[in-house]
């Protein structure tokens, strides 16, 4: 996919895609997507690394999921979480979070990112998404 093939509608959610977690995110967020904003797509993909290196981010350094909405912005570490809840329904998680310095939540996400595949396990591979569910991710 050229990256200007991007839905320019919809917010693009970046992920490790042989992480248990971050599938288990990916699972909740398209479950609770009530007005279909996101699509998805893992961080070692093609469309992944492309969209990386669109924004400027180098696809080796990057473990984490990225939150991108197109000619806007794009969120990473706790942002991108925050980012996520408020459109699914966290909103008093999201309020709560946001009392606290951007530091301290960073902190917080990269101690459970590094923790996450022996707290969660590892796949060997990426998920294979239902028909219904591929739709959501970019092709």
């Keep these: 996919m050229d990256i200007s093939q991007i839905p320019k509608d919809k917010i693009i959610l970046l ?5 248990n977690l971050c599938d288990g995110l990916v699972q909740y967020v398209i479950k609770h997507d009530k007005k279909d904003i996101f699509r998805f797509d893992s961080l070692q993909s093609e ?10 981010v180098d696809p080796e350094k990057m473990d984490s999921m990225v939150v991108y909405v197109p ?3 794009y969120y990473v570490q706790s942002d991108a979480a925050l980012e996520i809840g408020k459109h699914v ?13 951007k530091s301290l939540r960073d902190t917080v996400y990269r101690y459970v990112a590094r923790n996450r595949y022996k707290w969660y396990g590892k ?16 092709r």
């Excluded at 469309?47 to 400027?56: D, E, F, T």
């Excluded at 329904?89 to 310095?101: E, H, M, N, R, Y």
């Design 71 to 73: 000619g806007k912005a």
């Design 47 to 56: 469309n992944g690394r492309a969209i990386l290196k669109h924004l400027g």
């Design 15 to 19: 992920f490790d895609g042989v992480c």
């Design 123 to 138: 796949k060997d591979q990426c998920m294979l998404p239902t028909p219904e569910i591929r739709a959501k991710f970019l």
């Design 89 to 101: 329904g966290w909103k008093i998680p999201v309020a709560l979070a946001q009392v606290f310095p």
